[in-house]
């Protein structure tokens, strides 16, 4: 008898806290979804904004899981296209710097793609990797001031993976329902 009315408070609070999370994901849908994802990236705000809203399938997301699955999708193709890039500045120049910036944006990708993977099953561990992708092009421009080598291309790449870092981590912690009383 104890333990059915523990199943049926524990299910009070959960019906309690599905209201309160649609509740907060509706608010999100009545006003516009970037702007609300860009809202707490700090400094990066005004191009989060600029970033999210040349993409069609994220201006097109109409909820957060949606739209946190195209900002990763956005930014495995961006920091793919970035990895290419440097690829191609080593082929006919070999650069020890340059070559551990690649390595830097191999990890940023497998952490980007790994968030995707966790979105549904573990949204707080896919904030976390979208998270510390911004340590990558941080490491990277490091090597490149340590060999002394100014290029400002990488430099707006390094920019570029920070702020996709910012908006994707931003956006999947909306997909985060609040913490459910015991
Ligand atoms: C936004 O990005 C541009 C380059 O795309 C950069 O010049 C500018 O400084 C950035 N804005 C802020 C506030 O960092
Ligand atoms: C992402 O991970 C999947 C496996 O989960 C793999 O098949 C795919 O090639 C990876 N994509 C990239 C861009 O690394």
Same mark, same amino acid.
């Given at each position: ?61 109409? *909820? ?28 006919? *120049? ?89």
């Amino acid at each position: 008898m104890l333990s059915l009315c523990m199943i049926l408070i524990s299910h009070f609070y959960l019906l309690a806290n599905a209201r309160v999370y649609n509740h907060h994901t509706l608010v999100g849908e009545d006003g516009d979804l970037i702007t609300n994802v860009c809202r707490g990236a700090g400094d990066f705000k005004a191009n989060c904004s600029i970033i999210l809203r040349e993409d069609p399938k994220v201006v097109n997301a109409n *909820n957060y899981f949606d739209i946190s699955k195209a900002i990763l999708e956005l930014a495995i193709r961006k920091t793919s296209a970035a990895r290419n890039f440097m690829k191609e500045l080593t082929k006919n *120049n070999d650069s020890p710097a340059i070559t551990a910036c690649i390595a830097d944006y191999e990890f940023a990708i497998d952490f980007f793609n790994h968030s995707l993977d966790e979105l549904k099953e573990s949204p707080a561990t896919a904030v976390y990797d979208a998270k510390i992708v911004i340590n990558n092009p941080y490491f990277c421009s490091v090597q490149l001031e340590n060999a002394h080598i100014v290029n400002p291309s990488i430099d707006a790449l390094n920019y570029q993976t920070s702020l996709l870092s910012v908006c994707a981590s931003q956006a999947i912690s909306y997909t985060i329902p609040p913490p459910r009383h015991p």
